[in-house]
């Protein structure tokens, strides 16, 4: 399963709704959550994450990637 950081980058509140809906959507585990910073796991694409979720312009969804340094 692939994780995501899920960033609220809209000016003023986060809105409730889009919070409930990434919540609650389908096929997502929320690992942490922080006002309006979110690590989830969701098997499908960023885009299909945020699909449905406010505005697209107000939340930026992108797949956390761990490298090694040797």
């Not at 922080?34 to 299909?48: K, P, T």
Request: charged share 30%; hydrophobic share 40%; proline share 1%.
């Amino acid at each position: 399963m692939k994780r995501y950081v899920v960033v609220f980058i809209g000016e003023g509140e986060v809105p409730k709704d889009d919070i409930r809906k990434i919540q609650e959507r389908q096929g997502v585990r929320v690992i942490n959550q922080r006002r309006e910073r979110f690590l989830v796991e969701f098997n499908g694409s960023a885009d299909e994450l945020l699909d449905g979720v406010g505005a697209a312009a107000t939340w930026l969804a992108s797949e956390q990637r761990i490298y090694t340094l040797s």
